[in-house]
C-alpha cells in the first residue's frame, strides 16, 4: 500500500493553501429536508433487485443514491463510490443508464458488489444452483479451516457449510460461482451461533441449529429471482456497466478527470467494527485468519505505516483530536481523517472540473467529544479546491446500523445500557463541487 505523502503528493499540488473557513459556525442551521429521508420506503423497496443479495451493515438506501445519481449527473457518464460497501451505488448507477465505479478494501464488499453488478444468464445460473445442492452428500470432511470458525459454528453445521462451500468451488465458471459464494456468505450468519439479532459479534448457545443445506437453498433461489428483475431493470440501459475492485480508495483505477460524480458513504471513525462484522464469510471464504491484522486495512487504522506528519488540513479536525487527549483514541481519529482526507484528494484527482461529489456522513460521539465529521470533511475539502453546491440536513429512518452508542467509548450498546445515545438519528449529504 503507497505511503500518504506519495499520493498527496501525486493526487494534487494544493494542500499549501489557506483552510477556507466556512460562513456557518455550526451545521445546527441547516433544516431537515424531508424529501431526502425516504421514510415510505419498505423493505421491499430498500431491497429490490439485487440491492437484497446481502445483508451489508451500515449501507445507505438505493433510493438515496438513485436521486443523487439522477439529480447530479447524465446518462453514460462515469459515477464512482471509493467506500462501495456493497455496490448500492453501482447497481443504481447502472439501472440509471449510467457507467459505475467502485472501490473497497474488503475482499467480501468486492466479492458482494461484483456479483450484484454482473449480470448473468439466468438458464446457466438456475442449472448450477441446481447441480450443487444434487451433489451435496451428508460424509465426513477433514479440511483444516481457520481454528477460529470453531468459535462460531458447531461441528455438524461446520461440516455441512465445508461440504456446501466445496461443491460451490468446483463450478467452473468464475461469475457463476462468486454469484453462489454471497448465497453462501448470507448464511452464515444464521448458521452460526452469533446473536441473531445482533450486528455485535456476540455469541448466543442457545440459538437453535439451522440446517446450511436447506437454509442455502432458498437463499439461492431468491437470489434468482432477484436476478432475473434486475436483468429485466437493465433492459434498453446501453450506455451502463459496472466495475467493482478490490481496492484502496486513494488509488482508484480511473483517469485524471474522467468522471462526473462521486456518491459514496465514508465509514465512521470506528470502522473496525466493519471489519468485526464482516468476519464470518471472510473466515470462511478465505481472507482472515486473525482480526487483527484484517482490521489494520480499514480506515483510521494505526496499524500502517506512515513516513509523513498527518496533516488534516482542517482546523476543527485538529481541536477534536487536542480535546481526545493523548493516547489511541485520539491518534485512531487522527489516522481517520488523514485517511479521508487522501481519499477526498483521489476524488478531487477523477473527477472532472465541475463534477461534484455527494458525501452522506453523519456526526457522532466519542469519549464524550463530538466527532463533526461533514464539518471537518467540508473543510478539508474547501482545502482542495472544492467549493460547496449543497448541503443536505436528513433523517435516517432504517439505516442498517445499531440504534445506540455508549456515551462515554462510543461502541455500540444494548437499548438497555444505562449510558446511551442514540447513534445516528441525523446525517448530512455534502455536495461539492470540483472548481
Not at 12 to 25: C, G, H, M
Not at 62 to 69: D, F, V
Not at 163 to 184: G, H
Not at 372 to 394: C, M, P, S, Y
Request: aromatic share 8%; charged share 30%; hydrophobic share 40%.
Amino acid at each position: 500500500m503507497p505511503d500518504g505523502a506519495e499520493l498527496l503528493s501525486e493526487n494534487f499540488q494544493v494542500l499549501n493553501r489557506p483552510v477556507v473557513r466556512r460562513r456557518r459556525k455550526t451545521f445546527a442551521d441547516i433544516r431537515i429536508e424531508l424529501s431526502w429521508s425516504f421514510a415510505g420506503a419498505t423493505i421491499k423497496d430498500t431491497a429490490y433487485i439485487t440491492h437484497g443479495f446481502y445483508t451489508y451493515p451500515a449501507k445507505f438506501i438505493p433510493q438515496l443514491a438513485r436521486r443523487l445519481i439522477v439529480e447530479h449527473s447524465r446518462e453514460g457518464e462515469l459515477v464512482i463510490d471509493p467506500f462501495m460497501g456493497s455496490g448500492t451505488t453501482l447497481v443504481e448507477a447502472m439501472v440509471q443508464n449510467r457507467r459505475g465505479l467502485g472501490v473497497d478494501v474488503n475482499e467480501i464488499a468486492a466479492l458482494v458488489s461484483k456479483v450484484k453488478t454482473t449480470p448473468l444468464d439466468q438458464a446457466r445460473l438456475q442449472r448450477a444452483g441446481e447441480r450443487v445442492l444434487a451433489r451435496l452428500e451428508d460424509k465426513a470432511q477433514n479440511e483444516a479451516l481457520p481454528e477460529r470458525i470453531d468459535y462460531w459454528f458447531a461441528p455438524d453445521t461446520k461440516r455441512k457449510l465445508l461440504l456446501l462451500r466445496t461443491e460451490i468451488l468446483r463450478v467452473r465458471d468464475k461469475d457463476i460461482k462468486d454469484f453462489l459464494l454471497v448465497a453462501f456468505a448470507q448464511i452464515l450468519k444464521t448458521c452460526s451461533i452469533w446473536m441473531q439479532k445482533s450486528v455485535k459479534p456476540t455469541r448466543h448457545f442457545d440459538k437453535p441449529a439451522v440446517d446450511p443445506w436447506q437454509r442455502f437453498s432458498l437463499q439461492w433461489r431468491k437470489m434468482l429471482q432477484r436476478h432475473e428483475a434486475f436483468l429485466l431493470c437493465l433492459r434498453g440501459k446501453e450506455l451502463g456497466g459496472a466495475e467493482a475492485k478490490n481496492a484502496d480508495c486513494r488509488r482508484l483505477p480511473c483517469k485524471d478527470g474522467e468522471a462526473a460524480l462521486v456518491v459514496t458513504s465514508p465509514p465512521y471513525v470506528t470502522s473496525y467494527e466493519y471489519a468485526d462484522l464482516h468476519q464470518l464469510p471472510a473466515l470462511w471464504l478465505g481472507h482472515l485468519e486473525e482480526l487483527a491484522p484484517f482490521r489494520q486495512k480499514f480506515i483510521g487504522s494505526q496499524g500502517r505505516a506512515r513516513t509523513h506528519d498527518l496533516e488534516l488540513e482542517s482546523a476543527r479536525a485538529e481541536r477534536i483530536v487536542e480535546r481526545l487527549g493523548r493516547g489511541k483514541k485520539a491518534e485512531s481519529v487522527r489516522h481517520y481523517f488523514a485517511d479521508m482526507l487522501e481519499s477526498f484528494a483521489e476524488m478531487q484527482r477523477v473527477l472532472r472540473p465541475g463534477g461534484k461529489a455527494a458525501i452522506v456522513i453523519g456526526n457522532t460521539s466519542l469519549q464524550g467529544v463530538e466527532i463533526l465529521n461533514a464539518e471537518v470533511f467540508e473543510e478539508q475539502l474547501h482545502a482542495l479546491g472544492f467549493a460547496t453546491a449543497d448541503i443536505i440536513k436528513r433523517e435516517i429512518p432504517s439505516k442498517m446500523l445499531p440504534s445506540v452508542r455508549d456515551e462515554k467509548n462510543g461502541r455500540f450498546v444494548s437499548n438497555g445500557h444505562a449510558q446511551k445515545q442514540l447513534a445516528y438519528p441525523t446525517e448530512y449529504i455534502l455536495v461539492m463541487e470540483k472548481r
